[in-house]
């Protein structure tokens, strides 16, 4: 069955330190990759997608995300991150192939940046 | 317009009522969903909704009653409700290109309580 990994449940970081959220799937076909942020409080929001092209894409709020396809993974990155970056953040996968595809989420992780 | 709205904003109700939830967008999209969020969760996909016809129920008990009106709005009618049922409860909507769904667009949920 197909499944996204987030390597990381919790992160902790302290104001302009650099980001990394790990984000791996399990199919071996085409896939739309998506990476979601959910603020305190509010509604899931896309931060970026890729669908094909440069694998390295450029989000809202100077996130970036680079797709390696020989490794299966989507990993979300900021060189420095804000108090207000504190957030659930979700990778996301759909499959582009086989009959309806449905959005295949990660288990989330939760990041809090302290001032 | 690239929002989602949903109403009520918050349900509160009692486990022999019978309540609805509603959802609209205005961006065009033929693909409309419905998804279930406990804290600390990932959206749990129940319902998809495609060119008006429901397309997939992820096993989804009886007591949760989807219906699409037109192609704006989706509502998810509940009846009989369980302690457990409560949750937050999030429309979504998305381009269909062919057999390809593209990204989502969330609303920002119903947080429902059932007593």
């Known amino acids: 069955a197909q499944s996204v990994s987030q390597h990381n449940h919790h992160v902790i970081l302290s104001e302009a330190a650099s980001l990394e959220l790990g984000c791996n799937y399990s199919?071996?076909?085409?896939?739309?990759l998506f990476w979601y942020v959910q603020y305190p409080g509010q509604h899931l929001q896309l931060l970026l997608k890729?669908?094909?092209?440069?694998?390295l894409v450029k989000g809202i709020k100077g996130f970036e995300a680079e797709f390696i396809k020989s490794k299966f993974s989507f990993n979300l990155r900021k060189p420095s991150v804000q108090w207000s970056d504190t957030a659930e953040y979700f990778c996301?996968?759909?499959?582009?192939?086989?009959?309806?595809?449905?959005?295949?989420f990660g288990a989330g992780t939760r990041l809090a940046v302290h001032p | 317009d690239t929002e989602v709205t949903q109403t009520p904003k918050h349900l509160v109700m009692g486990m022999t009522n019978k309540k609805s939830l509603k959802c609209e967008q205005h961006?065009?999209?033929?693909?409309m969903y419905w998804y279930k969020q406990k804290a600390k969760k990932p959206p749990e996909l129940m319902f998809v909704?495609?060119?008006?016809?429901?397309?997939i129920n992820e096993s989804v008990p009886s007591r949760f009653s989807p219906e699409c009106p037109n192609s704006s709005l989706l509502n998810l009618h509940l009846h009989a409700l369980q302690p457990e049922d409560s949750a937050l409860y999030l429309c979504?909507?998305?381009?269909?290109?062919?057999?390809?769904?593209?990204?989502?667009?969330f609303g920002p949920g119903t947080r429902l309580t059932v007593l």
């Open positions: 979504a909507s998305s381009q269909v290109d062919g057999r390809v769904y593209n990204e989502q667009f």
């Open positions: 199919y071996g076909g085409t896939v739309n």
């Open positions: 890729y669908f094909s092209g440069d694998p």
């Open positions: 996301a996968v759909i499959p582009v192939s086989g009959g309806y595809n449905k959005l295949i």
């Open positions: 961006m065009g999209h033929r693909a």
């Open positions: 909704y495609s060119y008006e016809k429901l397309s």
